[in-house]
């Protein structure tokens, strides 16, 4: 088959989606598919830009700074998604026929675009569905139901209407559908983030030495810094533990909350915690192989939940995991049932006081923690898995090849 997948991120970006597709791109490949990634660039010169990367055919289309921009600006440049991509890629599409659309969520975006290329090639389309936008933000108390709330319902709708499939990524995102949805008839199932079997070889960076981290226990998050992540949660632990000199907190990513953190941080005077700015892939990966704790923490307003893409990363180099999570989260009871990391809820600073405490004072918990990650991975997020669940319901041959490997780790 032909397949079109279409995300806001593509490499060398260190955002998490990313790398899923890259992966999942490869993985189509490895199974004699031809995978064409399309996505937004503020950084080609012309209006698209074609390249073979990796063994993947890349269509960057310029749109403009979307992630880091100010509020207004992204919001325009997403609006106007899907028509900046028919106009600028229409030659290209009417050229290079797909069979299987794939679109990924976050953007709520692209639903006009798939529905163009749906008609225009007469094909289906699945959704990767990671972010329920806007719902999300509303619980966070940063939008009110009214105009601008309607519009983005309204694409979200739309969203959902131009899949054929719609890949959940928790069984609590069932709910979500079945309580706020009920008249609708969407075909949804719950497909989970995924990642290759083997983590890429990365040669020591040293950033230990580099950073003066010698001899310390590093907490590591790297990804998105807005409001959905309260990232306060993180710099209270911080100052809680700031006469336990043989911790560090390191942070590394981008978002609207950063500028406010680094005041924080500069006013409390913390030096045990410390953000750096985003980094490529490769050098990300390279980070993650030599810190210790890998970190989660989201907002506790946020009633839709979601499984952290950056989890995949702590797992595939065997890092234990500190979650502070959202009320409702059934990513706390799959990490605590495998032994894969210790989670608390957010808001309950006690307790996760407590499982940093135990993370970083016991190494030998720290690596069976770790081992029992790796493991956990290898059951449920194995990407050859996502890849078969996704062809299965257009490749009616491969079903029963699918429900055998699901069978076995189930």
């Known amino acids: 088959m032909r397949i079109l997948i279409i995300g806001v991120y593509y490499l060398p970006s260190s955002e998490a989606s990313a790398k899923l597709i890259h992966d999942l791109g490869k993985e189509f490949q490895r199974q004699n598919h031809d995978v064409t990634v399309l996505t937004p660039s503020e950084s080609i010169s012309q209006n698209v830009e074609v390249t073979q990367e990796d063994g993947l055919q890349v269509v960057r289309v310029r749109t403009g700074q979307i992630k880091g ?34 679109f990924y969520s976050p953007s709520i975006f692209f639903g006009p675009l798939v529905s163009k290329l749906k008609a225009l090639w007469h094909c289906p389309a699945y959704l990767i569905l990671r972010d329920i936008f806007p719902q999300w933000v509303v619980d966070m108390g940063m939008l009110k139901k009214g105009l601008v709330w309607a519009y983005f319902r309204w694409m979200e709708l739309r969203q959902y209407a131009a899949a054929n499939i719609i890949g959940v990524q928790s069984p609590a995102n069932l709910r979500y559908f079945a309580e706020q949805l009920p008249e609708k008839n969407y075909n949804l199932e719950v497909l989970y983030n995924w990642t290759t079997d083997e983590p890429p070889a990365m040669p020591s960076r040293n950033y230990r030495e580099q950073l003066g981290l010698q001899d310390k226990v590093v907490f590591f998050y790297g990804g998105n810094i807005g409001v959905a992540q309260d990232m306060d949660n993180i710099l209270r632990l911080a100052e809680r533990l700031r006469d336990q000199p043989h911790l560090y907190f390191l942070l590394v990513g981008a978002g609207t909350e950063v500028e406010r953190l680094q005041q924080l941080i500069q006013g409390k005077k913390l030096t045990n915690i410390r953000l750096l700015p985003p980094v490529g892939q490769e050098e990300y990966l390279a980070m993650l192989a030599e ?60 307790t996760l006081y407590e499982n940093a405490l135990k ?31 996704i062809l299965r319901h257009f490749q009616p041959a491969r079903a029963k090849r699918y429900e055998k490997v699901t069978s076995s780790i189930g």
């Open 69 to 102: 921009a100010s509020r207004i600006p992204r919001a325009w440049r997403e609006i106007r998604l899907s028509a900046t991509l028919w106009q600028k890629g229409k030659k290209f599409f009417q050229e290079h026929p797909h069979d299987l659309v794939i």
């Open 359 to 389: 993370m970083a004072n016991d190494p030998l918990y720290r690596r069976r923690v770790g081992e029992n990650a790796r493991q956990l991975l290898d059951r449920y997020f194995s990407v050859a898995v996502s890849a078969n669940q």
């Open 291 to 350: 810190f210790d704790v890998g970190l989660i923490s989201l907002d506790r307003r946020m009633k839709t939940q979601n499984y952290p893409g950056k989890i995949l990363g702590y797992m595939s180099a065997s890092k234990p995991i500190l979650g502070s999570i959202n009320p409702g989260n059934d990513l706390s009871e799959m990490l605590e049932e495998n032994v894969a990391g210790l989670c608390s809820m957010n808001g309950d600073d006690q």
